[in-house]
């Protein structure tokens, strides 16, 4: 083994019974199986995925809310891809493919390095991705989310690499990365400010073309404009008959 880490964690009473009956009930097609469906999460795959994303989201799209999303999908992979190799230094966990598994693997792979249980890389990408995609796909796809990225994190427990205490783990780390990463950008969004006739900063409104900072919804149309004009015009007219056109009647009489 090499240096030890400051934290040995066992597993709990829990992790080493579903390792077991997984190791029972192990197969060589379905061993087979899920290291096909476990590579759709592999470190790598969501690396390219992610930067796949903000590409779209910055070049394809180009709306402001697009190019938040794509940032914050690269932002949280990028954390995501250094946070469980600082928390595997600090923490050691035998994997359960070495721990319950011992002659006849029944297809079962060998997992990365022996101690690098806690937590599951595989599931902390996960997490981070769906964190991030639930705020921004469209309505009707985000129940999918989580499910999905459940669903690929237990793959890591069908092939004995982790423990479900590590992807339970390694999907919270995760989400809390996503939501490091959503905080950050919120904070470094500065609001649009201009200055006012007194030369003080005030919140900025949609401006007309005649730089009014009433906004255009409360200033109506432009053939609205004209036509209360035209009125007001008309109005102006009869007012200065009647005023003329009074003395003149007396004068006839």
Not at 27 to 40: C, F, G, N, Q, S
Not at 131 to 139: D, H, K, Q, S, Y
Not at 213 to 239: C, E, L, N, Y
Request: charged residues 20%; aromatic residues 4%.
């Amino acid at each position: 083994m090499p240096e030890a880490a400051p934290v040995r964690l066992s597993p709990t009473a829990p992790d080493l019974a579903v390792a077991r009956a997984v190791a029972r009930h192990a197969a060589k097609p379905l061993e087979r199986t899920m290291r096909v469906v476990t590579w759709l999460a592999d470190e790598r795959v969501v690396l390219v995925a992610a930067v796949g994303l903000w590409a779209y989201c910055r070049f394809g799209l180009r709306s402001p809310r697009a190019r938040r999303c794509g940032d914050q999908i690269a932002g949280g992979a990028a954390i995501a891809a250094v946070a469980p190799h600082l928390v595997k230094r600090l923490v050691d966990r035998e994997r359960p493919d070495r721990k319950v598994v011992h002659l006849r693997r029944h297809g079962i792979p060998r997992s990365g390095q022996r101690w690098d249980s806690f937590p599951s890389g595989h599931a902390v990408h996960l997490g981070a991705l769906a964190g991030a995609l639930t705020r921004f796909v469209p309505p009707h796809y985000r129940p999918l989310v989580w499910p999905s990225a459940i669903s690929l994190s237990a793959t890591r427990v069908l092939l004995l690499a982790h423990y479900p205490s590590d992807v339970a783990a390694g999907l919270l780390l995760g989400a809390l990365i996503d939501r490091l990463v959503a905080r950050l950008a919120r904070s470094m969004r500065i609001p649009t400010a201009v200055p006012n006739h007194r030369g003080s900063a005030c919140a900025s409104l949609p401006m007309s073309a005649h730089g009014s900072g009433v906004p255009a919804s409360r200033r109506g149309t432009p053939a609205m404009v004209k036509g209360a004009g035209s009125r007001a015009g008309a109005t102006s007219s009869q007012a200065s008959g009647v005023a003329t056109g009074a003395p003149g009647r007396a004068r006839v009489e």
